[in-house]
């Protein structure tokens, strides 16, 4: 179905290489009909075109002109430059997917100045390895069928579910920001193993390994994550040292507060950039 699309991609980091390195590598669409812009870093596009053979320019209208999907990937404080720039290039035809956190498809639709079809979609970086966990909530102009294609395009790179869009900021924090927690985590796991002499490369590998087991028990099980804990502790025992630690620590507090925290950003987010002025309410 999206073999013959062709994506611009608004924006060139992190987030839009790996939605189309993940679709280029499962082989969901060809790397001629990936553009990719920026608005300055020409060396960013030219790493991108020689590692993924995807199509880069400078020139807002040679990308959009060809686009059946445009792909807003820049941070949310460039989305109003971002549209300015494209929007004279841009029509009721294509179909806009937006993975910046917090702008609401009301907004870019008030800044597109037209009714193309807008769709939040809220990634994650795992994208790139066609393990995202990829959420999306569609914007006043889109139908059944923009929502079949988004939803085949990234169910390309993961799992796709889709919400209202007022849960989008609950979501960003667990879906979108969570993965950084994850790495955060390990990266602290990473650490202990020179205090506890093992060799680096072993100990690396028993923790991402351990986490991916621990993964898949959870997904296999009815039990809930105290009950598959609890299996873990004996009285007396190694486990229950160290689960004292982090209990002493309050540390699923802290946890609690991160993701909380992350969502109320979000929508501070829409608040500082996404506010449509109130003028040109009818
Ligand atoms: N990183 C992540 O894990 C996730 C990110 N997101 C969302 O993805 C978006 C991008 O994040 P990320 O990839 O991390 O950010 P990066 O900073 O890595 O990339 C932003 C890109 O946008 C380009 N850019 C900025 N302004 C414009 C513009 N006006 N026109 C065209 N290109 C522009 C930048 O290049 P230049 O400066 O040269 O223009 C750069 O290539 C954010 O809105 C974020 O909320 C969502 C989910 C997860
Ligand atoms: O940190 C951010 O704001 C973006 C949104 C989710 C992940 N990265």
Redesign the pocket.
Known sequence: MIQNYKLAFIGAGS?AEAIFSGLINQKKVSPENIYVTNRQDEERLHVLQKKYGVQVSSSNEQILAKADIVILAMK?TGIKQAIQSIRSYTSENQLILSVL?GITTEYISYLLGHKAPVVRV?P?TSAAVGSSVTVISPGEHVNDNHLKVTESLLKAVGIVKQVKEKDLDSV?AIA??GP?YMYYLVEGMFNSLDELQLDRKLGEELILEMIQGSVDLLKSTNQTPKEVYLNVKSPGGTTEAGLNVLENQQFQEIIKDCIIKAAE?SKE?TKEMSTIPKSTIT
Do not use: E, L
Request: proline share 9%; hydrophobic share 45%; net charge positive.
């Open positions: 987030m949310p956190a809220m994650n960003t979108g920001s950084a950003r987010i």
